[in-house]
């Protein structure tokens, strides 16, 4: 059974940065993609960014490129989430999330985590 578990969250001031972390279990993941979406208050799910796990391609949400990093540690089947430069725009849950084919929906995810709270401060 797929196990995503994330943390790293936390309240920071505009201009800092967070790491996230999403600690998977459950199988192997080496043809999956791993993502990060995040829900403001009110709003829908958004996608933030995704990674290849077999060769670390990403693609980010264009709101987030050139501040945040997605990578993976293969040996600890973790996905990391970098975030510098924050707004309070960013201010939502965010959740990783897996799945079998390069998508961008929240709806074609098939397996997620039970969100990390981030808030930032201005």
């Known amino acids: 059974q797929v196990q995503l578990v994330e943390s790293g969250g936390g309240l920071v001031q505009a201009g800092g940065s967070l790491r996230l972390s999403c600690a998977a279990s459950g199988r192997t993941f080496s043809s999956d993609l791993m993502g990060w979406f995040r829900q403001a208050h009110g709003k829908e799910r958004e996608f933030v960014a995704t990674?290849?796990?077999?060769?670390?391609?990403?693609y980010y949400a264009e709101s987030v490129k050139g501040r945040f990093t997605i990578s993976r540690d293969n040996a600890k089947n973790t996905v990391y989430l970098q975030m510098n430069s924050l707004k309070p725009e960013d201010t939502a849950v965010y959740y990783c999330a897996l799945s079998s084919r390069l998508v961008f929906r929240a709806a074609d995810y098939d397996y997620w985590g039970q969100g990390t709270q981030v808030t930032v401060s201005s």
């Open positions: 990674i290849r796990w077999s060769d670390e391609t990403t």
